[in-house]
Nanobody, 127 residues
Framework: QVQLVESGGASVQAGGSLRLSCAAS????????MGWLRQVPGKEREGVAS???????NYVDSVKGRFTISRDDTNNNLYLQMNNLKPEDTGMYYC?????????????????????WGQGTQVTVSP
């Protein structure tokens, strides 16, 4: 059984940094697809960053150059380093795993591309 548990969310001021962690257990696959998505009330869950087989990363345009996704393959934990945070980064951040193909190629920036989900960790960025 796959279990994903996020941590590291907090309230910070704009310009600050946070590092989110996702403790992953039970996720054993020849192809590793993991990512971070975020959601604010009233909006759909959107992809922030994804990682495929520890080699291919994808980022939504709004976080490029500020966020970095990484994975520790010794314990399968996923991380999201967030620098120069902005108020628009506020949201519930979810860790996700699984390689669902919905359009020919897996990018991992939509909620439809994942099988497994964590419960989320809240990030709040104040001006």
């Amino acid at each position: 059984q796959v279990q994903l548990v996020e941590s590291g969310g907090a309230s910070v001021q704009a310009g600050g940094s946070l590092r989110l962690s996702c403790a992953a257990s039970g996720y054993t696959s020849r192809r590793i697809c993991m990512g971070w998505l975020r959601q604010v009330p009233g909006k759909e869950r959107e992809g922030v960053a994804s990682l495929e087989d520890d080699a291919i990363t994808n980022y939504v345009d709004s976080v490029k150059g500020r966020f970095t996704i990484s994975r520790d393959d010794t314990n399968n934990n996923l991380y999201l380093q967030m620098n120069n945070l902005k108020p628009e980064d506020t949201g519930m951040y979810y860790c996700a795993a699984g390689c669902r193909i919905v359009s020919g190629t897996w990018f991992g920036l939509t909620r439809f591309e994942y099988e497994y989900w964590g419960q989320g960790t809240q990030v709040t960025v104040s001006p």
